[in-house]
């Protein structure tokens, strides 16, 4: 039997001698490997699963009412957005898009036409224009504006956070639209676009006013014109807010939200939870820091200059100068303020929004699902990839997926019926109880604390049925009516209002409004307290019989204690009477 000798060596020596054995060209295609791995996780690659699929890309998510008009006259017929996002291959990433927008972008050349706007404060806008003669004819150098009578669309552009009409996702839109034949203008925040801020006052996420402004001069310019919105990160923001404060009194018949962040507050927790998210976020604080530098002589007398200039984050920055410039206690309370998610069930026009799960700055919780479903004027598409603003698409990314998307759609829009239907005016009137109950699912706290109900139910034209006079059989307090355009709407706000004129004046009225514009004429201060009791009551009785034999038993179960006691008492007097009577 052979025998063998142990090794007196440790087996620790012998592994360190394999070890240096291997060739180090060996390590180092390792050490490749494992931090491709790594990348590869980091950054969110989907790579491999795009090529077992044949990067054919995965389809689009809607979200709609199933009673919207809006998906089926317009969007069911976009090919872009009932079919699939195919991402450019070696763009795979969230990050990847997003970051290749930023520096590269590959945006195509615009000749703008810039408009200087002057705001009631002093404040000042630059406007630039994009006209077809300017895509078509770029050698073009007088710019004598849009025409008063001109009839093409106008698209109004509000660019997300540091942005202006140079930014490289602003002329891939812009050029797409102004190639359309459209007439493209970009609202530039204020201090950007190479303008000073010459007023005390500064744009932010939920500022509105600035973008009302420009709205309406667009309207007073060019009457003729329908004019459609884009907004775009911050600027999506600004423009579903907008929307939702306005409801049905706003001029703009067609918009697009992209890439919203809906919730500021959950995006600000959301971009400090992971190390690539951080990325993010003291990116965005450079740029806000590079933006206060622009105007410091301003910024450094009303905000807090020392805070700004050692701001590390998007957050510690709005606590140092937005929240100060906009006189809030704490950045929370700004954020919240300046969310549109809860002006989403007030929007009455018909509005595209488009978010990607993926989006590494504006997360996919802060998507607003149930609410977008419950308006009846929203879409939703919601895609598995894109970035913010990203979705390069193409071997040669030099398109963007969203641009189709909202070109297609707002095309699709303004060759629709809807937009010729007096911006959704309301013609079915309800009243508050109805409207709240049955017809939609939000009710609107005032201030004072009054709750009053709104309805997101778009209408039509009302057409020959203007002549029908509006008849309450049980209310002489009828909802405040007003015409706008020859036609009837409710006020987004379906609060009773009460007339205590004398019944002369208010019949006057009524006569001088002509048919179907008459206006409830109250009785006098003893009906505001009944008649609003009695119309709950008719209201419940017709929509819930069943209810009102519910309260009435228990009624009687509640009150025959008292009922029990009291009737023996009654009867023995009654007949106590009749056998009187009979002697």
Known sequence: MDSFELSSESPYELLLKVLFLIPISHYFLGFLFLLSVFLYNFIEMYFIQEFFTGFRGKPVSLTYNSCCDLYQEVVSKCKTLNGRVSSTPWLCSPHLQTAFLQFFGRAPACK????????????IIALDWLRNIDVEKPSIEHFDGVQSDDKSPIMLVIPGLTSDSDSAYIKHLTFKMAKRGWNVVVSNHRGLGGVSVTSDCFYNAGWTEDSRRVIDHLHTQYPQAPIFAVGLSIGANVLVKYLGEEGVNTVIVGAAAICSPWDLLICDRYINRRLVQRVYDRALAIGLKGYAKMHQTVMSRLA???GIV????????????TRVLADLETVDTYYRKASCTSYIGNVMVPLLCVSALDDPVCTREAIPWDECRANKNIVLATTHHGGHLGYFEGMTAKSLWWVRAVDEFLCGLNSSSLIHSKKMQITEVHSPLETSIDQAPYVNIREDGLVTAFSNEPSGEVGSQQNEQLVEDDDKVGDRIRGVNDAMQLETNATTQFDLRSESTRLEDAGSRGPGKMLATPEPELDAVIVPVKRCLNQLSQHSKI???VLAYIAIITTWPILGSASPMFFKK????????KR
């Open 112 to 123: 703008y036409r810039r408009q200087i706007f002057q705001l009631s404060d002093g404040g």
């Open 304 to 306: 807090d200059w020392e």
């Open 310 to 321: 050692k701001a590390r984050s998007v957050r510690d920055f709005d606590h140092s100068s």
């Open 547 to 549: 209810s009102m034999w």
């Open 574 to 581: 009654k007949l106590r009477n009749i056998f009187s009577l």
